[in-house]
């Protein structure tokens, strides 16, 4: 089980910066990346869809010998994580969570931050108990139409320019941007142009590498394997 891949899911390509930050800090092991591009975007899905479509994924992956399965995607995360770690037991599983509790700890005394969320994780249970922690100095801010944006506009992103200006238009005084969608990543430049390049900017996807390390270490499954072939294979439910 030691030379089993790790599988890494996500509704599109939001997730590849995840897996990335993965690969980069487990260069001996070997992923499975599966993007759900049929049934992108997941954020504005009902809780049902996208528990089932998050469940899903994760079973495809275990179904091909994963010893671990990463959901590189905050919505899925806090909708199905729990749910996928009781469907599958004592199996690794790792969330991609919203950065809210490191951007909110290294915040100025006065100054605050913007999270950028999808409706789906803005209605959560769990983001909203996230927020009530952080004396109202984390601004969420949902746009459903963004990762649809985002994936589109993947090989250009430079298109999706005046509509993120126009988004962060009323917090020019942010302090700290959150990027709480995996596709966020892709428009990293950008909100550091809007700022100036004077803004911090925070993700989840380092900390979600460095949760699946622990607990592969704690596991004890680390790969013996030195044949690196095949390191990373990707699959889409798209036809």
């Known amino acids: 089980m030691r030379d089993d891949p790790i599988g890494v899911f996500d509704s599109g390509v939001g997730g590849l910066n995840v897996l990335k930050e993965c690969a980069e800090l487990l260069p001996?092991?070997?992923?499975?990346?599966?993007?759900?591009?049929?049934?992108?975007?997941?954020?504005?899905?009902?809780?049902?869809?996208?528990?089932?479509?998050?469940?899903?994924?994760?079973?495809?992956?275990?179904?091909?010998?994963?010893?671990?399965?990463v959901v590189a995607c905050n919505t899925a995360t806090v909708t199905a994580v729990d749910g996928i770690r009781k469907l599958f037991g004592s199996r690794i599983v790792v969330g991609l969570e919203p950065a809210v509790k490191p951007c909110y700890r290294?915040?100025?005394?006065?100054?605050?931050a913007v999270a950028l969320v999808t409706d789906a994780t803005y209605r959560s249970y769990k983001f909203e108990r996230l927020l009530q922690t952080c004396e109202n100095k984390i601004i969420p801010i949902a746009r459903?139409?963004?990762?649809?944006?985002?994936?589109?506009?993947?090989?250009?992103?430079?298109?999706?320019?005046?509509?993120?200006?126009?988004?962060?238009?009323?917090?020019?005084?942010?302090?700290?941007?959150?990027?709480?969608?995996?596709?966020?990543?892709?428009?990293?430049?950008?909100?550091?142009?809007?700022?100036?390049?004077s803004v911090k900017i925070y993700d989840g996807a380092h900390g979600a590498a460095e949760r699946l390390k622990y607990c592969l270490a704690l596991?004890?499954?680390?790969?013996?394997?030195?044949?690196?072939?095949n390191k990373i294979r990707f699959y889409s439910t798209r036809g």
């Open 144 to 197: 459903p139409e963004l990762a649809r944006l985002i994936e589109n506009h993947a090989d250009d992103i430079s298109a999706v320019e005046t509509h993120v200006f126009d988004i962060l238009a009323d917090h020019k005084n942010a302090e700290a941007v959150i990027l709480g969608c995996s596709h966020y990543t892709y428009i990293t430049d950008i909100i550091r142009k809007f700022y100036g390049g």
């Open 219 to 229: 596991s004890d499954l680390f790969t013996d394997s030195t044949d690196m072939q």
């Open 106 to 112: 290294e915040l100025g005394k006065n100054g605050y």
């Open 28 to 69: 001996c092991e070997k992923f499975i990346y599966l993007a759900d591009e049929a049934n992108m975007p997941y954020g504005n899905k009902t809780y049902a869809e996208i528990k089932y479509l998050a469940e899903k994924c994760a079973a495809t992956l275990f179904a091909m010998n994963c010893k671990a399965v």
